[in-house]
């Protein structure tokens, strides 16, 4: 099948095998494939990833030992537990030691004409949703892992750091506390696209004069951190979204001087996000920026790397 495959380099093979899938497995045909900023972290070597990547995707059940799937229009989660161990039996799969990760982590991933995942990770998508909103599932998802993660009040003063795809999503979902929150960013069209969506954008520079409750950093780069830490107040709530390659070092002092509770976040629910995508809650059509066939991935991949960028898309 043709697939984009990462060896230490990004390209396109036309003939890869096809993946073959195990028991209570599906093997699913790719419609559509989103990159995400993780799958531009893979091809500079976080991870250290080799085989195909990608990780969002819609496509169509092809072969499963569930009848019920057959045909049917699908989303899945990317991480698969081993179902066996004390992490998996306690709901937490997402953190099974023995995890592989779709695109990720030892399992091949999305930007192939096929891929395979455990039928348990798979969700239908409703049919009033199109292909191009149900792309954005796992990104949304991982948004609302924020509201699983910290109790957010209809009083809360918010800031989310980045105005890249994840913190558009991100500012769309918090939102829907009631909270007061505001968006800042470096690029003007996007904060642009955040304003269509009913948001307060800013740039960086003008932050609120007040502290916020809870600072979410989602900038993609190792710096935004030092400045999402001093627009926590003192005892205030810290999420981390940004995965890099990039080490950086970081005076924590901040941190303890003022007691900032820090919060890791990565993968979310995506049963509340396709929810909210099938009601339109939350908005996507702004974000898409081109859609490119497979074959086309180099150049997909370049443009997604545009700092103008927002989704770009890959058909197989
Ligand atoms: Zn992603
Ligand atoms: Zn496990």
């Known amino acids: 099948m043709l697939s984009v495959v990462f060896d230490g380099q990004m390209r396109v093979e036309p003939d890869y095998p096809r993946p073959r899938r195990g028991e209570g497995e599906s093997l699913i045909r790719v419609t559509l494939a989103g990159i995400c900023n993780t799958d531009l972290e893979i091809a500079a070597g976080y991870m250290g990833f080799r085989g195909v990547p990608g990780h969002e ?14 045909g049917q229009r ?89 105005d890249g795809k994840l913190g558009l999503l991100i500012a769309q979902v918090l939102a829907m506390a009631g909270c007061e929150l505001v968006l800042l960013g470096h690029h003007l069209p996007k904060l642009e696209i955040a304003r269509g969506l009913g948001i307060d954008a800013r740039l960086s520079e003008q932050a609120p004069s007040a502290r916020a409750d809870v600072v979410v950093e989602c900038t993609g780069s190792a710096r935004g951190l030092a400045q999402a830490i001093s627009l926590v107040r003192p005892r205030g709530t810290l999420v ?44 996507v059509g702004p974000f898409v920026t081109e859609q490119h066939d497979l074959a086309d991935a180099a150049r997909a991949f370049d443009l997604a790397r545009q700092p103008e960028a927002l989704k770009v898309l890959l058909r197989p």
């Open 57 to 70: 995707f819609v496509g169509v059940v092809q072969e499963s030992d569930d009848p019920s799937l057959h």
């Open 240 to 283: 981390l979204k940004t995965t890099v390659t990039d080490k950086l070092e970081l005076d924590l002092a901040p941190l303890v001087i003022d007691e900032i509770t820090v919060v890791g976040s990565r993968c979310g629910p995506f049963a509340p996000a396709l929810r909210a995508l099938a009601r339109g809650e939350i908005q």
């Open 74 to 162: 699908v989303v899945g989660e990317i991480n698969c537990g081993c179902g066996r161990c004390p992490d998996c039996f306690a709901g937490l799969e997402r953190h099974c030691p023995q995890r592989s990760v779709l695109g990720i982590l030892g399992r091949d991933g999305v930007f192939a004409e096929y891929t395979v995942l455990p039928d348990r990770n798979l969700h239908l998508v409703p049919s009033e949703l199109e292909d191009v909103a149900a792309v954005f599932v796992e990104p949304v998802a991982a948004a609302f892992e924020i509201l699983e993660q910290v109790h957010l009040l209809p009083t809360s003063r918010v800031i989310v750091l980045g």
